[in-house]
RNA sequence: GGGUGAUUAGCUCAGUUGGCUAGAGCAUCUCGUUUACACCGAGAGGGUCGGGGGUUCGAGUCCCUCAUCACCCACCA
């Protein structure tokens, strides 16, 4: 077998993507410990980004880690219908078109956004293959598939008849522009300057006025009444009477709450129950009519004078405000800074409108939660997730499920056309009208929110409550971003809580989002969104996931930097490149034996390397993990060990810890590690995919010891040779048995002449060791290694002062543990030791 | 307004419960083609761990405080 020099990935990749799933390699194999992963879906419309490239990447870590260690592993990948999300790239598409959705019926808008995500859909299956993801495609599901609905269905019946749905006028947070309500989750508040406007409103007894503080002097046309703290002195004499409403000439009460803040403004407040979420509440507690003076499009209507119909909030606003100053209504204008909410994704001023629209009673669903939160009952990483969540929580209002679009999942309720308040669960969501016991009923034209129903995505994809569900719920993990921790994290568990009784994972992993090369957020607008194909074409998928993995912690932000990918990319081809070396020596044997210091030394190695990456996959630290392996291939494995063998090499030894390192970085670098597998004669027909994770040998600690000294006299041998410009030099010891029968090793890795035993002789002795070696270099052609020397004996000297005083401290001695204060008096050997050989 | 996190080498970041002389990659400098790899090898330089205070035998790590930055949440009209 002949091996290019360079591994070229694209050359592998493909084919060995589809061996696996030729091969079934990523089904659950049936027996063993469950593991399973569902992914979190990806936008079935959109091309997947890099963001999910990390998602992808940590997910398959842990598949491909728990696999190789025997468990049933199922990881289960899916898409997204993303409602909102994806009706409004649609009706950008049919804007280009001179198109709007109000061309369409609702029926025909859902169907061609079904063809248009199905031309796409193909597209991120394909993707995620080059990512290298051992997903079960057997399983794959679909937001809008029939289990998904059907579950959907079956969990708004069960809080339909439990009392948690309601049906009622609220605020709700309406964007104008995309027509539909949103939930409070999903407006994004920002600080804008504005002003805030004193309005005279006068008594209608004629005694005065009151003056009231407002940023939204339009919505006065709905007021409803003034409120003023109770215990105001100031105000105290006012409550109780009424004030003549400018413009309208309504009359309106003034009324005591204790939600004023006396401190703001004026200390009176204009109460507009209809838009604005405090007056609403205020409202409800005194009972106040509720006049909506915004219509759906955020236009100024309903029972309002005539001139100001039709108006824009802006417009209306800047008219009225100047009607106000003529009547001398306006006694102050003031600059004011202030937070508004807009709409997530067109940036509309959110504007709080009365709707009729379907509520989940919040708490009942949040308590359990709660409760199972504190009861640790779910991991988090980072921990300090889990408390954030608590809070929000704590802190839920009820949740609107009703949205005003076409794509998603029809509300299956349906209305009494002649009694308004009744309504009915039916899931004939086909038809418009239905017939039920002699009464017609329409059906309400609204869908869920995507999140309602991709909150029982868990246990909804795993057939609950049939065989999948049993074999693999609760999950095993739940591996997503930061920015969903509220709307999806939590909402999967309240209901996997609801529905099912049990928690949906038993632990959740939130990754930092991957900025852009300078930090700042990747956006398609600013032009700095990487794509990953075009990375993995360069460097390969391996290359990618290990560069996007590597120095990142769990919610920690950070750029992607192609650096990193590029250390990935030599680290596979540096793994190549030992397959290489290795499979070009033939072995003399096929017995496995371990012979030299080396030998015990690398077992020794890989065995704290298979503990360390076990412990750090455990706990889903993967960029730990990645750093233990990258240091054992690269520093122990090739540049010690692999050079040790040329000068005597163990070829059954070297395959051995060759599998087992494949096998180890198997779950960050599949590709190239089977790739490798395949390639090797010795590996048979298996799949490393599915092979088992290694048990390595043991080395004796004794001879590995002594190959850390080995190295620490190669090293030193090198730097002296190196800094004295010395050549053809031999190593000199006395009375280290080892080294002589490690000469041939140490001869080559220090690139010595010869390495021999005397009785005694003079040189550069060496001072990282405490054996007595010297180089045959004569002191007198070494007058600046002079220096250098002085110096570290001064540095040795403050060292074993600052040791010894360490010891003399009897606080020290006495409190420390027992192996720190012995650990301290071998540094002190140690150091004593050198400094005998320094000054020699 | 509330909350969370961050601040360690030129850059990007590790540093698990306080305990070896604080690490890595990249970058920099010097040398190098010998049985894999120049996507390489050998060697070197570089940090008073944001400032100040405290607890401790011992602090990058714990506490207080200040500064700067980032993110999340929130109905002060």
């Not at 005194?286 to 955020?298: C, E």
């Not at 001072?767 to 002079?786: G, K, V």
Request: charged share 25%.
């Amino acid at each position: 077998m002949e091996l290019p020099k360079n591994y070229d990935p694209a050359a592998y990749e493909a084919d060995i993507y589809a061996l696996w799933e030729k091969l079934d390699a990523f089904k659950p194999k049936g027996k063993g410990e469950p593991y399973a992963i569902v992914m979190p879906p990806p936008n079935a419309n959109a091309n997947l980004h890099i963001g999910y490239e990390l998602t992808a990447a940590l997910e398959d870590i842990a598949a491909r880690y728990n696999r190789l260690k025997g468990k049933n592993t199922l990881l289960l990948p899916g898409a997204d219908h993303a409602g909102f999300e994806t009706q409004v790239v649609y009706e950008k598409r049919l804007a280009k078109e001179g198109k709007s959705r109000f061309d369409f019926s609702r029926e025909e808008l859902y169907s061609q956004i079904w063809d248009f995500v199905a031309e796409n859909r193909g597209n991120f299956e394909t993707q995620m293959r080059r990512m290298g993801v051992s997903c079960d495609w057997s399983r794959f599901t679909f937001t809008l598939d029939e289990k998904i609905i059907n579950r959907a269905y079956t969990t708004f019946k069960k809080l339909w008849d439990e009392g948690l749905i309601y049906r009622g006028e609220r605020l709700v947070n309406f964007c104008t522009f995309h027509g539909t309500a949103f939930a409070d989750i999903e407006v994004v508040h920002k600080l804008e300057k504005g002003h805030l406007w004193h309005l005279d409103y006068p008594l209608t007894d004629g005694s005065g006025h009151i003056t009231v503080a407002t940023t939204r002097p339009e919505t006065m046309l709905g007021d409803t009444a003034v409120a003023v703290h109770p215990e105001d002195e100031r105000y105290k004499k006012f409550i109780g009477k009424t004030v003549k409403l400018p413009l309208t000439k309504r009359e309106i009460p003034i009324i005591a709450d204790e939600f004023v803040d006396r401190e703001f403004g004026t200390g009176a407040v204009k109460i507009t129950p209809a838009h604005d979420p405090n007056d609403f509440e205020v409202g409800k507690r005194h009972d106040l009519p509720f006049i909506s003076v915004i219509d759906h499009q955020g236009k100024l209507a309903g029972e309002i004078p005539e001139i100001y119909r039709g108006f824009t909030v802006e417009a209306g606003r800047d008219q009225i405000v100047k009607d106000l100053e003529e009547q001398g209504i306006v006694s102050k204008v003031e600059d004011h800074e202030h937070n508004v909410g807009h709409c997530y994704k067109c940036n509309t001023i959110i504007q709080p409108l009365l709707r009729d629209q379907w509520f989940v009673d919040m708490q009942p669903l949040a308590q359990p939660a709660i409760k199972a939160l504190k009861a640790d009952k779910i991991t988090f990483y980072p921990d300090t997730k889990r408390d954030q969540l608590v809070r929000y929580l704590e802190g839920l209002h009820d949740w609107n499920i009703s949205r005003q679009i076409a794509w998603g999942i029809p509300i299956p309720a349906f209305q009494n056309i002649d009694e308004p308040d009744d309504w009915i669960y039916d899931e004939r969501v086909s038809e418009e009208f239905i017939e039920v016991n002699g009464k017609t009923y329409r059906r309400d034209p609204d869908v869920f929110d995507t999140w309602f129903s991709s909150s029982s995505w868990p246990y909804a994809t795993l057939n609950y409550p049939e065989q999948d569900f049993k074999d693999f719920y609760p999950l095993a993990l739940m591996e997503t971003g930061g920015e969903i921790l509220y709307p999806w994290v939590s909402r999967m568990i309240m209901l996997g809580l609801y529905v099912t009784g049990k928690v949906p994972f038993e632990a959740v992993y939130i990754h930092g989002y991957v900025m852009a090369e300078d930090g700042s957020k990747m956006s398609k607008s600013v032009g700095n969104v990487v794509d990953p194909l075009p990375v993995i074409d360069q460097y390969g998928s391996d290359a990618l996931r290990m560069g996007i993995t590597a120095g990142r912690s769990a919610a920690v932000n950070r750029g992607y930097d192609v650096r990193r990918v590029e250390e990935a990319r030599n680290f596979c081809n540096k793994l190549w490149n030992i397959a290489r070396f290795i499979e070009s020596l033939k072995p003399a044997t096929e017995q496995l034996k371990v012979e030299t210091a080396a030998d015990h030394w690398i077992l020794h190695k890989l065995q704290q390397l298979e503990q360390g990456l076990s412990g750090d996959l455990d706990e889903y630290r993967f960029s730990e993990g990645y750093e233990k392996l990258y240091h054992f291939v690269w520093d122990d494995l090739a540049d010690w060990y692999l050079e040790a063998s040329k000068a005597q090499p163990n070829v059954p030894l070297l395959r051995r810890v060759l599998a087992d390192v494949l096998t180890m970085t198997h779950p960050y670098a599949p590709f190239v590690t089977e790739t490798i597998w395949q390639t090797l004669e010795w590996t048979g027909d298996s799949l490393l995919a599915t092979s088992d994770w290694p048990k390595p040998l043991k080395g004796d600690r004794k001879q590995a010891d002594e190959f850390e000294e080995i190295k620490s006299i190669v090293s030193e041998s090198r730097y002296l040779i190196k800094v004295l410009g010395a050549s053809d030099v031999t190593l000199y010891y006395t009375d280290v048995p080892f080294l002589g029968a490690n000469a041939g090793i140490i001869a080559r890795l220090a690139g010595l002449q010869a390495v021999k035993e005397v009785r005694d002789g003079d040189g550069v002795y060496l001072t990282h060791t405490r054996y007595r070696c010297w180089l045959d270099i004569a002191m007198s052609a070494t007058r600046q290694y002079a220096e250098t020397l002085a110096e570290k004996h001064q540095a040795t000297e403050k060292r074993i002062a600052s040791l010894e005083g360490r010891l003399a401290n009897k606080a020290y001695v006495d409190q420390a543990p027992k192996h720190i204060v012995s650990q301290t008096k071998d540094q002190l050997k140690e150091a004593q030791a050198q400094l005998v050989a320094i000054t020699e």
